[in-house]
C-alpha cells in the first residue's frame, strides 16, 4: 500500500517516463486534478484506466480524508497526479499527501517534469541556491510584500510562474521593485512553440509588446538576484521608483510624476528625483509608448 506522487507532462508526451506509465496502470485507482484531462493521457499512452476521482484546489481536503481511509480499508495502492507537472508545485496535492503520511501510508515520489526545473536548467544563471515563489498576488500590499520577500531572500535565483494575461504587469513590477535583474523568462515549455527571452525587465517587455502571440501559453520566469539593488525599507512602503512607475503608466509625465510623488506622504522631492534619475530610461520609453501603459 502506498502513495505514488506522479508528475506528468507539461507538454511533450515524450517526456513521460516509464515508470510513470507503469504507475498509471498499476494502481487501483488516481487522484486527478481533472479527471478529463488524465483520461487523455490515458488514451494518449494506450494504457488501461483503473478509477479516477478529482482531487481540486476546493474539495481535496474532504477527498483527502476518504481516500485515506479507503487506502487504510481495503490496501489499495493510489496515485496522484495533476492536469501537468509535479503535483503539490503551485498545484493541488499537498494535502492529500500530508493527510497519507500522517495516517502511517509510504508516499513516493514519482518524479519527472516540473517547469521549474527546466527553466532553472536553461536560465544562464549560477545557481548556488534558488527560491520557488510559484504565482505571485495579483496586486496591493500583497504583491508588494511578495517583492520584498524575493529581494530579501537569501538565494540567487528566484522562480516564479505568471499567466500569459499578465506577464507585461509582472516584467513591469520586476523593474520596479527589482531593478537592474537580469531574467529568464519561458513560455510553453517543452510544447511545439517553446519560447525563451533573456535580458532585464524593459528589454524583455519590447518584445512582448512586439510579438502578438504574447498572450498565450504559461510563463515561467528565473530572475538573477545578483547584483540587484535590495531595498532595505520595502514592506513598509512601496519604492519611490514603483510608485513613479504607477503615475507613469496612468498617463503623467517623468516632470508630473516626480511632483505626485513628493506630494505623497512619506516621499521626499529629493528621493523623488533621485527614484526618477534612475529610471529614466524607462519612464522616456513609457512616455514615447515603447512600452505599453496598458492594464493586463
Known amino acids: 500500500m502506498a ?28 487522484l486527478c486534478e481533472d479527471t478529463r484531462v ?23 481536503e474532504g477527498r483527502a480524508a476518504d481516500v485515506v481511509a479507503e487506502m487504510l480499508e481495503k490496501g489499495l495502492d493510489v496515485a496522484l497526479v495533476t492536469d501537468a507537472g509535479t503535483p503539490g ?16 501510508i509510504e508516499v513516493l515520489a514519482v518524479p519527472g517534469p516540473s517547469a521549474a526545473s527546466a527553466l532553472l ?10 527560491a520557488f515563489f510559484g504565482f505571485l498576488p495579483r496586486k496591493g500590499k500583497e504583491r508588494e510584500a511578495a517583492f520584498a520577500r524575493i529581494a530579501r ?19 513591469r513590477d520586476v523593474e520596479a521593485f527589482l531593478p537592474g535583474a537580469q531574467l529568464c523568462l519561458s513560455c510553453d515549455l517543452t510544447k511545439l512553440h517553446e519560447k525563451t527571452l533573456r535580458g532585464g525587465a524593459a ?27 535590495r531595498p532595505e525599507t520595502a514592506e513598509e512602503k512601496p519604492s519611490a521608483r514603483a510608485m513613479l512607475l504607477e503615475f507613469a503608466l496612468m498617463g503623467l509625465s517623468a516632470k508630473e510624476a516626480v ?17 526618477s534619475l534612475e529610471i529614466a530610461p524607462l519612464l522616456k ?6 512600452i505599453d501603459a496598458g492594464r493586463d
Open 38 to 60: 488524465t483520461q487523455k493521457l490515458y488514451a494518449a499512452f494506450g494504457l488501461k484506466r483503473p478509477r479516477l476521482l478529482s482531487s481540486h484546489q476546493y474539495n481535496e
Open 89 to 104: 508545485v503551485s498545484d493541488p496535492g499537498f494535502a492529500v499527501v500530508r493527510q497519507a503520511a500522517q495516517a502511517g
Open 203 to 229: 528589454e524583455l517587455l519590447l518584445a512582448l509588446n512586439a510579438n502578438p502571440s504574447a498572450e498565450k501559453g504559461e510563463y515561467a520566469l528565473a530572475i538573477e538576484l545578483k547584483g540587484v539593488k
Open 285 to 290: 520609453k513609457i512616455e514615447e509608448g515603447a
Open 153 to 171: 531572500a537569501c538565494v540567487s535565483v528566484a522562480v516564479v510562474y505568471e499567466s500569459p494575461h499578465r506577464v507585461k504587469a509582472l516584467l
Open 121 to 130: 536548467s536553461i536560465c544562464g544563471f549560477e545557481i548556488e541556491s534558488y
Open 3 to 30: 502513495l505514488y506522487v506522479a508528475a506528468t507532462p507539461i507538454g511533450n508526451l515524450g517526456d513521460a517516463s516509464e515508470r510513470l506509465k507503469r504507475t498509471l496502470e498499476g494502481c487501483a485507482l488516481v
Open 259 to 275: 511632483a505626485r510623488l513628493a506630494a505623497q506622504p512619506g516621499y521626499s522631492r529629493n528621493e523623488a528625483y533621485a527614484a
